[in-house]
T-cell receptor, first 113, second 113 residues
Framework: GDSVTQTEGLVTLTEGLPVMLNCTYQ??????LFWYVQHLNEAPKLLLK?????KRPEHQGFHATLHKSSSSFHLQKSSAQLSDSALYYC????????????FGSGTKLTVEP | ETAVFQTPNYHVTQVGNEVSFNCKQT?????MYWYKQDSKKLLKIMFS???????VNETVPRRFSPQSSDKAHLNLRIKSVEPEDSAVYLC????????????FGSGTRLLVI
């Protein structure tokens, strides 16, 4: 069935270093891919999403590119900030299932000084 | 203020009791969802309603029952709670007609003792 895989459960980085969080997917149909961020005791919030026209989405310095050939939508940022410490979810949605989002297992990012 | 509102924020109860959680959205969306976020932070869809009609019901124990009076409200009742029901229950909404993004509530944290 359709699924999203995030291989890293925990990522710890030093401030200023680049961030890359992995996300791969399996889908029968052409899916839409999303990244959500959840700070401690807050609601998950949309960070960015894939576009159908292959534009690279960017938000708050983060970007991700949908690669259909490798079924991936990795999240990247050139320089980590302390405020980026949070839980990051990759999610998949395909329209024929009533717009339901299916989430990966999440990656907890900790940025240290 | 337009958002997704959940009550209560936190609830402690004993095994075997019945609990109810409320969710209201003021975004004018036509679809609402219940997700369960467990102790390992796995985020899984439970139910989805579109215009008061149940459209998605993932594999959820029968003691869970959603209730929707109108498209702005989606409540969740759990009859006879079990210890494994301890989790954060997140309500979300989106607009299927316009293919809008999800907005999440801040969650109800349930502790079953």
């Amino acid at each position: 069935g359709d699924s999203v895989t995030q291989t890293e459960g925990l990522v710890t980085l030093t401030e200023g270093l680049p961030v890359m969080l992995n996300c791969t997917y399996q889908s029968t149909y052409s899916p839409f891919l999303f990244w959500y961020v959840q700070h401690l005791n807050e609601a998950p919030k949309l960070l960015l999403k894939s576009f159908t026209d292959n534009k690279r989405p960017e938000h708050q310095g983060f970007h991700a590119t949908l690669h259909k050939s490798s079924s991936s939508f990795h999240l990247q940022k050139s320089s980590a900030q302390l405020s980026d410490s949070a839980l990051y979810y990759c999610a998949l949605r395909w329209g024929s299932n009533y717009n339901v989002l299916y989430f990966g297992s999440g990656t907890k990012l900790t940025v240290e000084p | 203020e337009t958002a997704v509102f959940q009550t209560p924020n936190y609830h402690v109860t004993q095994v075997g009791n019945e609990v109810s959680f409320n969710c209201k959205q003021t975004l004018g969306h036509d679809t609402m969802y219940w997700y369960k976020q467990d102790s390992k932070k796995l985020l899984k869809i439970m139910f989805s309603y579109n215009n008061k009609q149940l459209i998605v019901n993932e594999t959820v124990p029968r003691r869970f029952s959603p209730q929707s009076s109108d498209k702005a409200h989606l409540n969740l009742r759990i009859k006879s709670v079990e210890p494994e029901d301890s989790a954060v229950y997140l309500c979300a909404s989106s607009d299927r007609a316009s293919n809008s993004d999800y907005t999440f509530g801040s969650g109800t944290r349930l502790l079953v003792i």
